[in-house]
């Protein structure tokens, strides 16, 4: 398996501009993580999903945000209107179980700059 | 809401000395603990995990220990290696299993 895979790796846009951040979990994980990275706050949890649901989303900063998981390979992390503060690194991760004994395995990232 | 602390959060040593790397929790009731690598610019590799029912995992030169009850895990490399500098996080998952909650990761550069 090539592991968790995130499109694109790198992405620089404009403020008020839709962004679309992309993740391709490790087939037969029933677990997805959208984590954002940055240096003030560390490691923070967005949201996850099992077997496509979403269950907790407590951690979307705002309405600005949205995530779908349409079906088990794909998921979407949605800025609508980006702004610089989302500047960040996020991560996609995938886990096969709950509580799995493996953890959890991450994407590369992708670095979000919006000027 | 767990809060992870690791200490120091920057460390710096010569070549082939041993180090630890520490990390502190504030709920013990937690399902397993996960020690991460990254690199700059790179995404997080998984170097170790204690499931809660375990008190040490190992692997080659790297030895990670919990403690539930005292909230704390330690990494544990030995001999280090200039190829070693990176950071490191550790990981808590919560008594579901269904969190990380992470540290803010100690930063470590081993001199050659």
């Known amino acids: 398996d090539a592991g968790v895979i995130q499109s694109p790796r790198h992405e620089v846009t404009e403020m008020g501009q839709e962004v679309t951040l992309r993740c391709k979990p490790i087939?037969?994980?029933?677990?997805l993580f959208w984590y954002r990275q940055t240096m003030m706050r560390g490691l923070e949890l967005l949201i996850y999903f099992n077997n496509n649901v979403p269950i907790d989303d407590s951690g979307m900063p705002e309405d600005r945000f949205s995530a779908k998981m349409p079906n088990a390979s794909f998921s979407t992390l949605k800025i609508q209107p980006s702004e610089p503060r989302d500047s960040a690194v996020y991560f996609c991760?995938?886990?096969?179980?709950?509580?799995?004994?493996?953890?959890?395995?991450f994407g590369s990232g992708t670095r979000l700059t919006v000027v | 809401k767990q809060e992870v602390t690791q200490i120091p959060a920057a460390l710096s040593v010569p070549e082939g000395e041993n180090l630890v790397l520490n990390c502190s929790f504030t709920d013990s009731a937690i399902y397993n603990l996960q020690w991460f690598r990254q690199d700059p610019g790179k995404g997080l590799t998984s170097l170790l995990l204690?499931?809660?029912?375990?008190r040490e995992q190992t692997s080659g030169r790297l030895n990670a220990s919990l403690d539930k009850s005292s909230g704390r895990s330690t990494l544990y490399i030995a001999a280090s290696q200039p190829g070693d500098s990176a950071t490191y996080l550790c990981a808590v998952s919560s008594n579901t299993g269904n969190q990380f909650y992470f540290g803010t990761g100690t930063s470590l550069t081993v001199i050659p």
């Open positions: 087939s037969g994980h029933d677990y």
């Open positions: 204690i499931q809660s029912s375990q």
């Open positions: 991760a995938s886990s096969l179980i709950l509580g799995s004994p493996y953890g959890y395995t």
